[in-house]
């Protein structure tokens, strides 16, 4: 069966969680591939919520493999937490269907304070906003080589060795750089061992996983952030540390690329972005705001308010370039209704220039003047709609202009945060 990438096209939260717990379902296993607990996909089902940042959103269907893939980074407390709170609620958290990859790279204290460190001296107009979740500082020990990775738990003098290694650099920039108390190393694997203990059972083969997978039905990928956070392609220095696009579904999760067969784009009916960053639709207007209320627009990490703004095709244009969608599904549309008039970004005029895709020099998203074009809203709540021909003409009409400026067909229609809250197009 055709395995399923689901990916944010946008600055993340779009949406991933929910839809992939509804493709969950049917699939025989549910991988990550990128980023760490940075991310926050929420749940609904029957009005319960459920905010998942590390494991895979396909654990509420019972017995489906929950596989973390080598290009993740994963903070072992967080982890552990996140299980014991699944557990709590009867979900089944055991070895028998989580795995950790052994390749994938550990968030360590060092990198947590390093993120808050590098954050705090940088001027206002500098920051990333990040989440200080240590993601950036740990990718940067991966390329450089000196990473602990997951199969280093089970090895405590190698755990030990890479800690004082990675801790002889690092402590001259706390105690000297950033006026920090340095870190003792001792103390540190002394710290973070009975977490290595308990993380030993869920360590595996996750490439192998996948592949035992695919024998009994297909593999869902489960992108985290958005292609506009993406290390190479994104808002670059305003973006996380990983590639976030499709193609490290394959990479980060340790399959070849022509595993992926179906890729969904998911794409807010508007745009949100949390953190610093251009953002060309954002709207500083009664309208921002009330989509920020009524979408209720909080990170699900940080709970910090997202910023909201009309959509962005220029965005979405450059996504499906980069990502090859079969689909988009389109979440979020019930937060537009009772607005008259709907704008869309249709290009951005820079330098002079009309340009169909984002300039690629730094900053130059900053720079860029949207063109919008603009089209009629509905009054009609629809969160209750449940087939494509219900939803009002409007609607359909916002959706048809979507397909036609991405080149990309709507595949999925979300309406609401519940799982059930989702149709195709028809
Ligand atoms: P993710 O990071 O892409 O998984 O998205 P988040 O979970 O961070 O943010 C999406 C938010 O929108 C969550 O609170 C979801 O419950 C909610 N949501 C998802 N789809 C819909 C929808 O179609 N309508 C409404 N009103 N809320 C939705
Ligand atoms: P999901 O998977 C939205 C943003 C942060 C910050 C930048 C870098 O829920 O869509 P980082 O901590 O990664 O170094 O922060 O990236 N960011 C997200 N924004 N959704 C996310 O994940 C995000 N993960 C990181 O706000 O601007
Ligand atoms: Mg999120």
Redesign the pocket.
């Given at each position: 069966m055709a395995n399923v990438v689901v990916f944010?096209s946008q600055?993340?939260?779009?949406g991933?969680g929910k839809i992939v717990d509804m493709l969950a379902e049917d699939a025989a296993a549910i991988v990550r591939f990128q980023?760490g607990n940075?991310?926050?996909?929420t749940l609904v089902v029957a009005g319960e919520k459920c905010i998942l940042h590390l494991i895979p959103s396909g654990v509420l269907h019972p017995g489906k493999a929950c596989l973390i893939g080598n290009g993740v980074v994963l903070d072992p407390e967080v982890f552990l937490k996140e299980i014991e709170v699944l557990a709590q609620k009867g979900v089944e958290t055991s070895p028998a269907r989580l795995m950790v990859s052994k390749k994938t790279h550990i968030i360590m204290p060092y990198h947590r304070l390093m993120?808050n460190c590098r954050e705090n001296a940088l001027d206002d107009a500098g920051k990333?906003?990040?989440?200080?979740?240590g993601?950036?500082p740990c990718y940067e020990d991966k390329m450089h080589r000196c990473g602990v990775r997951a199969a280093d738990l089970a090895d405590p003098e190698l755990l030990r060795e890479k800690i004082k290694l990675a801790l002889n650099e690092k402590n001259v920039l706390f105690e000297h750089l950033y006026g920090v108390e340095p870190l003792d190393p001792e103390r540190v694997f002394q710290d973070v061992l009975p977490l290595a203990e308990r993380m030993k059972p869920y360590l595996g083969d996750v490439s192998g996983a996948i592949q035992k997978a695919e024998a009994e039905g297909f593999v869902l990928f489960e992108g985290?952030?958005?292609t506009h956070?993406d290390i190479d392609h994104g808002t670059y220095p305003?973006?996380?540390?990983s590639n976030t696009v499709t193609g490290n579904a394959a990479s980060g999760s340790g399959c070849g690329p022509r595993k992926l067969d179906r890729i969904i784009a998911i794409v807010k009916a508007y745009t949100t972005r949390?953190?610093?960053?251009p953002f060309p639709t954002e709207l500083l207007d009664e309208i921002g705001n009330r989509l920020q209320d009524k979408g209720g627009e909080f990170?699900?990490?940080t709970g910090r308010r997202r910023r909201c703004g009309w959509m962005d095709m220029v965005v979405l244009r450059e996504s499906a370039r980069l990502n090859t969608p079969t689909e988009l599904a389109v979440t979020k549309l019930d937060v537009l209704s009772g607005l008259k008039e709907l704008k869309i970004c249709t290009a951005y005029k820079y330098r002079g220039e009309l340009m169909e895709y984002p300039p690629q020099e730094q900053n130059g998203m900053a720079h860029v003047e949207p063109v919008y074009e603009s089209l009629s809203g509905w009054e009609e709540d629809i969160s209750g709609v449940t087939a494509w021909a219900d939803l009002p003409d409007a609607a359909k009409a916002y959706l048809e202009r979507l397909e036609e400026l991405s080149g990309v067909p709507v595949g999925l229609v979300s309406v609401g945060p519940d799982r059930v809250q989702t149709f195709t197009r028809g």
């Open positions: 944010g600055w993340g939260d779009e991933k980023g940075n991310a926050g996909h993120d990333i906003g990040t989440t200080g979740r993601i950036g985290a952030q958005g956070l305003f973006v996380t540390s949390v953190g610093g960053g990170g699900a990490t």
